[in-house]
Nanobody
Framework: QVQLVESGGGLVQAGDSLRLSCAAS????????MGWFRQAPGKEHEFVAA????????YYADSVKGRFTISRDNAKNTVYLQMNSLKPEDTAVYYC????????????????WGQGTQVTVSS
């Protein structure tokens, strides 16, 4: 069984930064891609960022490029999402997920999900 636990969310002002963390357990962490997704009230679930298990290749949604950075520490079985220049439209529940060995932005390719952490950005 794979378990994922997110942390680091909170309430900040526009322009501030947050770093989200996701601790994983249950299977070989370094072999699998990891992704971040989010869902805001009244909006659809959306892809945010992903990082591959082998090469560490990253992929971002256009809405966060240049502001967010995904990274991983395989020794700690942890993936991070550094969020800079936060905007009110970034307000959402953020979820991490473990996916295929290759990078993927597709929700259906991710097998395990965390419970989510709330990020709220005031204007």
């Amino acid at each position: 069984q794979v378990q994922l636990v997110e942390s680091g969310g909170g309430l900040v002002q526009a322009g501030d930064s947050l770093r989200l963390s996701c601790a994983a357990s249950g299977r070989t962490f370094s072999s699998y891609s990891m992704g971040w997704f989010r869902q805001a009230p009244g909006k659809e679930h959306e892809f945010v960022a992903a990082i591959s298990g082998g090469t560490g290749t990253t992929y971002y949604a256009d809405s966060v490029k240049g502001r967010f950075t995904i990274s991983r520490d395989n020794a700690k079985n942890t993936v991070y999402l550094q969020m800079n220049s936060l905007k009110p439209e970034d307000t959402a529940v953020y979820y991490c997920a473990q996916g295929p060995r290759g990078i993927s932005p597709r929700t259906a390719q991710y097998d395990y999900w965390g419970q989510g952490t709330q990020v709220t950005v005031s204007s």
